[in-house]
C-alpha cells in the first residue's frame, strides 16, 4: 500500500499496512494501561468469586494487550504485515467479551429487583445475548482472519472486511436492543408496572435501590455507552473501506476505540460488580 495518501504520518520511504506509522509512546501507554486493568480484573474476579469476569472483562483486557502490543511492535517495524496482521484480530474482538459483561450483569440486578419487570427473564439476559455476542466474535474473527490472510498475499481484503462489518454491526443492533430492553426494565419498575401479571405488586419501599446499586447501574451504562461510542466508530471504518479516510487516520483508532474501551474496562474496576452488586 502506498503511503502517499497519508504524506504526514509517514515517511515516503516508508510502506505501512495502516497507511501510517502507529506512535510509539501511545502504543506503550495502552500496552501498560490494558495490562493493569486486566490484573485487577483477575484480581478481583478470584476476590470475589465472580468466575465469570474472567473470560469477559479479564479476557477483553488480555486480547487488548495482545493488541496494542501488536502496534507497538509496528511502531518500531511499521512495513511488516505480521504486527498489522496480530492488531487487526486482537482489537476487533476485544470489545465483545466485555459487552457480555455487561449483559451479566444487567440479568444480576433483574433477579435481584423484580424479574417481572422484565420483558425477558434474568437467565435470558445471558443465555440469548451472550449467544449472540459470542456469534459476532465468531464472525469477527472470521473476518479478521481472511482480512489478515489477504493483506499477507497482497490481495483485497475487502471480503473479510465487509464480514467483520457485519460481525460488528450486528454486536451495535444487540446493544441497542439490550439498552432498550434495560430502559423498558428500570421505567417499569419506577412506575411499579409489572411486565407479568402478578397478584401483589411491590410496596413503594421494596421498589427503592441502594446507592451501591445505583452506582453498579452508572457504571454499567457508562461502560455499554462507550463500547457503544466504539462500534459505531468500527461500523463507519470499516464501511468506508480499507483505503478510506477514516482507517488512515490514527487519532480517530487512538480516541474511538482505545481511549472508549480503555475507560469501558477501568469503569468496571473501580465500580466492579463483586463490590456493589452483592
Not at 492488531?87 to 455487561?102: D, E, K, M
Amino acid at each position: 500500500m502506498a503511503t502517499s495518501s497519508v504524506p504526514y504520518t509517514i515517511p515516503q520511504d516508508i510502506e505501512s499496512p495502516y497507511n501510517y506509522v502507529p506512535t510509539e509512546w501511545i502504543c506503550v501507554s495502552f500496552v501498560v494501561l490494558y495490562s493493569i486493568s486486566a490484573a485487577i480484573h483477575m484480581v478481583q474476579a478470584l476476590k470475589y468469586k465472580l468466575w465469570w469476569m474472567i473470560p469477559t472483562a479479564t479476557f477483553a483486557g488480555i486480547l487488548e494487550v495482545f493488541g496494542w502490543s501488536a502496534r507497538l511492535w509496528s511502531s518500531q517495524s511499521p512495513e511488516l504485515l505480521t504486527p498489522f496482521e496480530m492488531q487487526l484480530v486482537g482489537t476487533v474482538l476485544a470489545p465483545t467479551p466485555l459487552v457480555a459483561a455487561n449483559f451479566v450483569i444487567l440479568g444480576k440486578i433483574i433477579t435481584q429487583f423484580g424479574s417481572q419487570f422484565s420483558r425477558l427473564t434474568p437467565n435470558m439476559y445471558t443465555v440469548v445475548f451472550c449467544s449472540f455476542d459470542a456469534i459476532c466474535l465468531i464472525v469477527q474473527a472470521v473476518g479478521g482472519a481472511l482480512s489478515a490472510q489477504a493483506v499477507n498475499e497482497n490481495k483485497d481484503p475487502a471480503l473479510g472486511g465487509n464480514i467483520m462489518l457485519g460481525g460488528i454491526s450486528a454486536q451495535l443492533f444487540a446493544i441497542l436492543v439490550y439498552i432498550s430492553l434495560a430502559a423498558e426494565f428500570f421505567l417499569r419498575r419506577i412506575y411499579n408496572i409489572p411486565f407479568r401479571h402478578q397478584t401483589m405488586k411491590f410496596e413503594e419501599d421494596q421498589l427503592s435501590m441502594s446507592k451501591d446499586v445505583h452506582r453498579m447501574i452508572f457504571g454499567m451504562s457508562l461502560c455499554t455507552i462507550c463500547i457503544f461510542i466504539r462500534s459505531v466508530y468500527r461500523t463507519v471504518e470499516l464501511a468506508d473501506g480499507w483505503f478510506g479516510v477514516v482507517i488512515a487516520n490514527e487519532s480517530y483508532f487512538n480516541w474511538f476505540d482505545g481511549g472508549f474501551v480503555i475507560v469501558a474496562m477501568y469503569t468496571l474496576n473501580i465500580i466492579h460488580p463483586g463490590i456493589y452488586l452483592k
